[in-house]
T-cell receptor, first 112, second 114 residues
Framework: NAGVTQTPKFRVLKTGQSMTLLCAQD?????MYWYRQDPGMGLRLIHY???????AKGEVPDGYNVSRLKKQNFLLGLESAAPSQTSVYFC???????????FGSGTQLSVL | TQLLEQSPQFLSIQEGENLTVYCNSS?????LQWYRQEPGEGPVLLVT?????EVKKLKRLTFQFGDARKDSSLHITAAQPGDTGLYLC??????????????FGTGTRLKVLA
């Protein structure tokens, strides 16, 4: 039982490049979330999903897209990376009726 | 979206001291959680409080939800080096879609010196 797995763990991009971050959970959780963490700002919600095939915008969705084609996977895409997207990205999941969020170990992204 | 402000932002204390961390909002949350995060890892849930005025204890940690459910505090008694980490509060907010989302506070970075 791996919990929540994020890949890759580290990535360096040049401005304008695109990439996809993968989040996979093996707990059959309905809800999945993408957050970014920046110094002094805690965690800010980018997008979230309440189930397979559904997504919704969080606090800071601009510049990101997401997809939830399979219940266990939640993908975060950057179509044209900008230096302002340099951050640590965390994925989390939870089960319906349970408030406990399970987090992955994060992806450190640098955009030069 | 509601905002959660935590204070202090940084705290460095000696082993054995007591400390309190605060989480404040101008709006009401239906529940509030506290997480601890260590370097290179994701946050891990410590506690969830739901009722106004609720107090929960986890060994040397005491969590309280404000009567009006707008604020919360975390008190650590006799801090130990193992308590070192980033403490985050998170409030549950009802989204326009009718589902819940979790808004995190700005964080308090605690360092306990041996």
């Amino acid at each position: 039982n791996a919990g929540v797995t994020q890949t890759p763990k580290f990535r360096v991009l040049k401005t304008g490049q695109s990439m996809t971050l993968l989040c996979a959970q093996d707990m059959n959780h309905e809800y999945m979330y993408w957050y970014r963490q920046d110094p002094g700002m805690g965690l800010r919600l980018i997008h979230y999903s309440v189930g397979e095939g559904t997504t919704a915008k969080g606090e800071v969705p601009d510049g990101y897209n997401v997809s939830r084609l399979k219940k266990q996977n939640f993908l975060l895409g950057l179509e044209s990376a900008a230096p302002s997207q340099t951050s640590v990205y965390f994925c989390a999941s939870r089960k319906t009726g349970n408030e406990k969020l399970f987090f992955g170990s994060g992806t450190q992204l640098s955009v030069l | 979206t509601q905002l959660l402000e935590q204070s202090p932002q940084f705290l460095s204390i000696q082993e054995g001291e007591n400390l309190t961390v605060y989480c404040n909002s101008s709006s009401v949350f239906s529940s509030l959680q506290w997480y601890r995060q260590e370097p290179g890892e994701g946050p891990v849930l410590l506690v969830t409080v739901v009722t106004g005025g609720e107090v929960k204890k986890l060994k040397r940690l005491t969590f309280q939800f404000g009567d009006a459910r707008k604020d919360s505090s975390l008190h650590i008694t006799a801090a130990q080096p193992g308590d070192t980490g980033l403490y985050l509060c998170a409030g549950r907010e009802l989204a326009t879609s009718g589902t819940y989302k979790y808004i995190f506070g700005t964080g308090t970075r605690l360092k306990v010196l041996a």
